[in-house]
């Protein structure tokens, strides 16, 4: 997300710094240079051109260039700017009684499952969900909401396949409402391969029978400058409430989140950032912005954990650690958990510091701890338990089950007990965790992207 603007903004900022007095000269060129690497990544022309006159008159205050760290203080006023283009304050749903929620957007946006998804936030923030399906222009959505809400466990209304009447759905579906008990209803409707006067009509209707407190957009991000021009027809034709991003863990660019909403004035509310049905995340401005700046998520990094780890299971792998009886059943809970939270591209990317060192072969190493999964779910418990049994013929048999090299498996083996053998030495844990993105680690000595095993 964000990771090609993200890396010529952190390039063009280091140049800033470099600077112990910064000159009206050094900013116009900086001010150059980020608008370059806006559009670039798909911004807007008109907003990367506003945006870029409201950085560089701050920038070029009496208070930024007699500061003692001018370049800070451009980077500042750069996050804020930033901030405020996303949206400033993060806006939350509007869930008042009748709290009902209309999904709206073009075919391929991905709006069933971001159904599902909404209704899996919704019920995690102690509400109760409820999801119908509108969509009877593509076949099988029905069926598709139907398996997605049995997935994550939550009642779906499904009309007869035959039905064509929208508005007919729509009322048999509040009359099912009365009876589930829910708090929120989510209404997954039909897309078209573009905005027309069919489409634009079905959801007039829709929109005016129910009354929704909000009427969401779901746009794909990848799309670019069609997701602007998209948004900015459904609003002027239905009026929207909010947007969410789909696919942004696949956009480098990212540029559709920083247009779409200075184009509609409409807030970002939530951001898709991956397939499963937990990757929907609360759209946080200022939180964005740290993030394409190199400056981390420590608050969403503290969230995902808080979701992923089980309090009273870390207390006992605490403990193993001090006792350096942690085995390979207890690097697979942990490997688990990592991908709770995304894996390990998305864990590094909200660590502070480690958005510009992002190694180019994290991709391969995230295929190596998927080998390290594959090798140790071909011991057995007592070889997970007790890895030091593990000889020649062992090593072979894991191998072949694995479908990894007999190499590979040494590797992980021996490293392994590097591990086991530090945890005895106090001093060599904190050098551990230095390598490993620690205080004193990434930029001095160990890479971050590097993890102990693999």
Not at 112 to 133: D, F, I, Q, W
Not at 440 to 449: E, N, T
Request: aromatic share 4%; net charge positive; proline share 4%.
């Amino acid at each position: 997300m964000f990771s090609n603007l993200s890396d010529n903004l952190q390039s063009t900022f280091k140049k800033l710094r470099g600077h112990g007095k910064l000159t009206e000269k050094n900013i116009s060129d900086a001010m150059r240079e980020i608008r370059m690497s806006l559009l670039e990544a798909d911004v807007e022309f008109s907003v990367a051109k506003e945006f870029i006159a409201r950085v560089k008159e701050k920038a070029l205050g009496e208070a930024v260039l007699k500061s003692i760290t001018p370049g800070q203080q451009v980077v500042k006023v750069f996050h804020d700017e930033l901030a405020e283009l996303l949206g400033g304050d993060a806006e939350g749903l509007d869930l008042n009684p009748p709290a009902r929620i209309l999904m709206v957007g073009l075919n391929g946006a991905g709006k069933t499952t971001t159904s599902a998804k909404l209704a899996l936030h919704l019920r995690k923030e102690g509400r109760r969900p409820l999801l119908v399906a509108c969509d009877l222009e593509r076949p099988a959505a029905i069926d598709q909401l139907a398996t997605l809400g049995k997935q994550v466990d939550i009642p779906v209304y499904t009309p007869d396949p035959s039905e064509k009447d929208v508005l007919k759905v729509a009322k048999d579906a509040l009359k099912w409402v009365e009876d589930q008990n829910g708090t929120a209803v989510i209404f997954d409707t039909a897309g078209r391969q573009e905005v027309d006067d069919g489409l634009i009509g079905e959801l007039k209707k829709l929109r005016e029978f129910l009354d929704p407190r909000e009427t969401l957009l779901v746009a794909d991000s990848a799309t670019g400058q069609q997701a602007v021009s998209v948004a900015q027809r459904f609003d002027e034709a239905i009026g929207i409430s909010g947007l969410v991003l789909t696919k942004l863990d696949g956009d480098a660019r990212g540029g559709a989140a920083l247009s779409m909403r200075s184009v509609t004035k409409k807030p970002i509310k939530f951001a898709g950032v991956g397939e499963k049905m937990s990757q929907l995340e609360a759209f946080d401005p200022d939180r964005i912005a740290n993030r394409i700046l190199g400056m981390g998520d420590i608050v969403g990094l503290v969230e995902k954990a808080a979701e992923a780890i089980d309090e009273e299971e870390a207390m006992k792998m605490a403990e193993k650690m001090k006792k350096a009886s942690f085995d390979f059943n207890d690097f697979l809970s942990q490997m688990k958990m990592m991908k709770k939270m995304g894996g390990l591209g998305d864990i590094m990317g909200m660590i502070p510091g480690l958005g510009a060192k992002m190694p180019a072969d994290l991709d391969v190493d995230e295929k190596r701890l998927k080998h390290t999964e594959a090798i140790i779910l071909s011991m057995t418990p007592k070889e997970r338990t007790r890895p030091e049994i593990i000889k020649g013929s062992r090593r072979k048999r894991i191998a072949n089950g694995s479908g990894t090299t007999v190499t590979q498996v040494n590797s992980l083996l021996k490293q392994f007990g590097q591990m086991r053998k530090m945890m005895k030495s106090k001093g060599k844990m904190r050098q551990m965790m230095k390598q490993l993105g620690g205080p004193g680690g990434p930029g001095g000595g160990g890479g971050p992207g590097r993890m102990p095993f693999g």
